[in-house]
Nanobody
């Protein structure tokens, strides 16, 4: 079946940059909606960036102007470019995608990655 795998996390100093990727393995017909979430210890998992067919690109207020979500056309991969990182950005980052595949029933299904740690030092 389809799996999503995040990569690109790590340790970075405040003001630095990281680029996260989310790659889908297996047979995929089309990725329709793409989202990045993050969750800090003891906190809720919050949506930080998304691309959808209905609403286009959207960002949480806390990351506007610093983060960019995008995809490579005709590839089963999308990205989160994070610039001007702050200590408050420290969290596990998860990707989520709504996609169609031969393993489903024809309608889009949601898949989650396992997460990648991002740590921003002060």
């Amino acid at each position: 079946q389809v799996q999503l795998v995040e990569s690109g996390g790590g340790l970075v100093q405040s003001g630095g940059s990281l680029k996260l990727s989310c790659a889908a393995s297996g047979r995929v017909f089309q990725i329709l909606d793409m989202e990045w979430y993050r969750q800090a210890p003891g906190e809720e998992r919050d949506l930080v960036a998304s691309i959808s067919s209905r609403f286009g690109t959207k960002y949480a207020d806390s990351v506007k102007g610093r983060f960019t979500i995008y995809k490579d056309n005709d590839k089963n991969t999308f990205y989160l470019q994070m610039n001007s990182l702050k200590a408050e950005d420290t969290a596990v980052y998860y990707c989520k995608a709504a996609l169609t595949s031969p393993y489903g029933l024809g309608s889009p299904e949601d898949y989650w990655g396992r997460g990648t740690q991002v740590t921003v030092s002060s």
